[in-house]
């Protein structure tokens, strides 16, 4: 059984820090595609970031580019997102999640909310003015 746990959100100022954490358990952490995603009242569900666990490699949304960094804790088996210079529209419910990788393995998948099977209950960020 696959379980994601997210933690770290809150309450912050614009400008701000958060890092939020994804603690995982069931799979093999070290070849799996982890990603955040994020839902805004009224919203659909965006993609954030994700990273490549087995070389670390990392893909942005444009959104968020320069500001917010995901790494990875293989010991830990736990994801990361440390969010910087937060603004009032990054208000959102976060979401960590892991790539279905029986069916979808390349890049070009990576931001696609459908290729990924396993998700957590997310945490909730509120950035004020």
């Known amino acids: 059984q696959v379980q994601l746990v997210e933690s770290g959100g809150g309450l912050v100022q614009a400008g701000d820090s958060l890092r939020l954490s994804c603690e995982t358990s069931?799979?093999?952490?070290?070849?799996?595609?982890m990603g955040w995603f994020r839902q805004a009242p009224g919203k659909e569900r965006e993609f954030v970031a994700a990273?490549?666990?087995?070389?670390?490699?990392?893909y942005d949304a444009d959104s968020v580019k320069g500001r917010f960094t995901i790494s990875r804790d293989n010991f830990k088996k736990t994801v990361y997102l440390q969010m910087n210079s937060l603004k009032p529209e990054d208000t959102a419910v976060y979401y960590c999640?892991?790539?279905?990788?029986?069916?979808?393995?390349?890049?070009?998948?990576?931001?696609?909310?459908?290729?990924?099977?396993?998700w957590g209950q997310g945490t909730q960020v509120t950035v004020s003015s």
């Open positions: 069931g799979r093999t952490f070290s070849t799996s595609v």
């Open positions: 990273i490549r666990v087995s070389d670390s490699n990392t």
């Open positions: 999640a892991a790539l279905d990788l029986q069916y979808y393995t390349a890049s070009y998948f990576y931001n696609r909310e459908y290729a990924y099977k396993y």
